[in-house]
């Protein structure tokens, strides 16, 4: 299971820190992708790590503006992404690898989502 | 960079029907690295199908995925009311990308 911390509201140039909560199974084993979805649209896969080693990967178009954490003590994944736009506005899932190993992975379980809304 | 292209953009199904899905990619994707997920409105997307052809957890055998090198099928056999949702599939070959989704809408 994955938990994520609740709905956000930021003006531009703001940053926001999103947190996904997992359960159930070991957090070292699994990598941990950030997922963005603006609003009727398509997915966008944002970054990864590895609670194992915090090995991490990001989108090309996202690079500089986003970091990925994690806490270990917590089994909490975290994701700050910075200047906010408004074209940021959207839900934003954490989704676990299926292979654990590789941020070339598919998604098999997903956090409920966080809506944030870039708004002045 | 890969492009995936998902056809058609809605496709206009009645339960029973069987649905079949087209996900095209620019590049040959990488040892069949490719995922299936369904999306209900308001809900996080589900893992359908991963590796081209392997059923997640849990998916009923009525969803199959099949394909190679740069075009790949899902296929609903018969469609169930809890079916009409959209669809997108994944490359994780390289940096995961999506495609812009298929709707299967009711007839």
């Known amino acids: 299971q994955l938990i994520q911390s609740a709905a956000e509201v930021k003006k531009p140039g703001a940053s926001v820190k999103v947190s996904c909560q997992a359960s159930?199974?070991?957090?070292?084993?699994?990598?941990i992708s950030w997922v963005r979805q603006s609003p009727g649209q398509g997915l966008e896969w944002m970054g990864w790590i590895s609670p194992y080693n915090d090995d991490t990967r990001y989108a090309q178009s996202l690079q500089g503006r986003v970091t990925i954490t994690t806490d270990t003590s917590t089994n909490t994944a975290y994701m700050e992404l910075r200047s906010l736009r408004f074209d940021d506005t959207a839900t934003y899932y954490c989704?676990?690898?299926?292979?654990?190993?590789?941020?070339?992975?598919?998604?098999?379980?997903w956090g409920q989502g966080t809506m944030v809304t870039v708004s002045s | 960079e890969i492009v995936l292209t998902q056809s058609p953009a809605t496709l206009s199904l009645s339960p029973g029907d069987r649905a079949i899905l087209s996900c095209g990619a620019s590049q040959t994707i990488i040892s069949g690295y490719l995922a299936w997920y369904q999306q209900k409105p308001g809900l996080a997307p589900r893992l359908l199908i991963y590796?081209?052809?392997s059923r997640a957890t849990g998916i009923p055998d009525r969803f199959s995925g099949s394909g190679s090198g740069t075009d790949f099928t899902l296929t609903i056999s018969r469609l169930e009311p809890e079916d009409f949702a959209v669809y997108y599939c994944?490359?994780?070959?390289?940096?995961?990308?999506f495609g812009q989704g298929t709707k299967v809408e009711f007839k």
């Open positions: 590796d081209t052809s």
């Open positions: 994944q490359q994780f070959g390289s940096s995961p990308l």
């Open positions: 989704a676990r690898g299926v292979s654990g190993t590789d941020y070339r992975d598919a998604f098999d379980f």
């Open positions: 159930g199974f070991r957090f070292d084993d699994f990598g």
